[in-house]
C-alpha cells in the first residue's frame, strides 16, 4: 500500500469535492474527490487523481501515531514519470491524504485523524 501526501491546493493543482453523482444506497453520502493538476516538465502533461466511491474506494482513518510509522510519499517529490509508474501499477493499492490535514493545528490531539482515500490515478496529455 503506498500512502502520498497531496498539497491540494498546491500550484497549478485544482481540487474538487462534491456529493457523488453516482452512488448507490450503501454509500449515499459518499463523496467524490478529484485533483487535477497539469503544466509538469512539457506544458501538455496532466495528472488526474480521483476517489470515487460508487467504484468501490474506501477512506480509512489514521491516527498520525500509524502514520509516523508508515513510508509517506510527497506528492511534491514526484516526476511526472514517477506519477505515470504509479499509473499502471496495482489500483489497489494507493491513498492519499491531504497535506493540509497532516499538518493540523490539532495533529497532536489525543483521538486526532486523518482520513486517507483510496485513488486511481491518471496521467497524459493534452493535445
Known amino acids: 500500500m503506498y500512502i502520498i501526501l497531496v498539497d491540494r491546493y498546491g500550484a497549478n493543482t485544482k481540487f474538487f469535492q462534491e456529493e457523488g453523482k453516482y452512488n448507490v444506497p450503501e454509500n449515499a453520502r459518499a463523496e467524490e474527490i478529484r485533483i487535477y493538476r497539469d503544466n509538469f516538465n512539457h506544458p501538455s502533461f496532466f495528472l488526474y487523481l480521483a476517489h470515487l466511491p460508487f467504484q468501490g474506494h474506501q477512506t480509512r482513518p489514521y491516527s498520525r501515531k500509524v502514520l509516523s510509522e508508515m513510508k509517506l510519499i510527497y506528492d511534491k517529490d514526484l516526476s511526472y514519470e ?46
Open 82 to 127: 514517477d506519477w505515470a509508474n504509479f499509473a499502471i501499477k496495482d489500483k489497489a493499492s494507493f491513498f492519499m491524504i491531504f497535506q493540509d490535514e497532516y499538518l493540523h493545528a490539532d495533529r497532536f490531539t489525543l483521538g486526532f485523524t486523518i482520513n486517507a482515500y483510496q485513488i486511481n490515478i491518471h496521467t497524459g496529455a493534452e493535445e
